[in-house]
């Protein structure tokens, strides 16, 4: 479970009424299972369950924390393709998710929906960390403009762009292991040229992801993938 507590070794923690309900619940946990705990400080414990709500936790995991940076700025694109990346992207180890509106994008969100589908992408995001085992929660952005992509860069900054010379392709940017990662992929329509022509001017290298002319959602996922593979040469 993920607790929004600082927790320390031989005390008892409360959980929400949702992390609760699904614990006690749902999976029913029983007295002399073991529970992982990952605290607001993203250590991660080992505890008892209590009664309900309670948890009493027994021992801290040691945890390394060799993990990149990487924040993937990724254009909105249809509601199911959208949401199975959001729970890849977690399993692929992003940290941060920035959703943004572009030209060619087929989905623009109604103001007044905003909050609720962000909520909703939350939730995804909570049970992929879960499944996965992460010692951290994915953090999720506000949609942005593309204009404001820059205020998310790091160490790399890249976007891809299917028009680029495969010459360039994003292994090349990897190579010397930069600690920091943000990468911006387009949506279903592709990036305009004047929207590479901003992103260019704010300092993103285009790269290429091969040949191939991938899916939004396939082209996220081969960056985070190739960022992976880098760092665990
Ligand atoms: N303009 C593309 C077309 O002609 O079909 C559609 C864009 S593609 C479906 C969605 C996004 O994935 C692109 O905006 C780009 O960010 C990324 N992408 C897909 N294939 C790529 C490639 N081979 N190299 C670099 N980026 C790629």
Redesign the pocket.
Known sequence: VFVDQICDVNSRIVLNEKEAHHLFDVLRIQKKEIVRVVGANQRVYLAHPCNKPYLEIFSEIEVLNEKKDITLCVSLIKQDKFEWMLQKACELNVTRIVPFESRYSVVHIDSQKVEKKMNRWSQILLSSCKQCNRNDLVELCNIQKIENLHEFQSECNLV???K?NQSKHISKFLKNNPKSITIC???????DEAEIDILNDDHFQC??????????ET?SLYCLAAIDYQRAL
């Open positions: 891809a762009y299917e680029e992929i387009g949506p279903e329509g592709g990036f790269v290429s992801l091969g040949k191939s002319i991938l899916r939004a082209a």
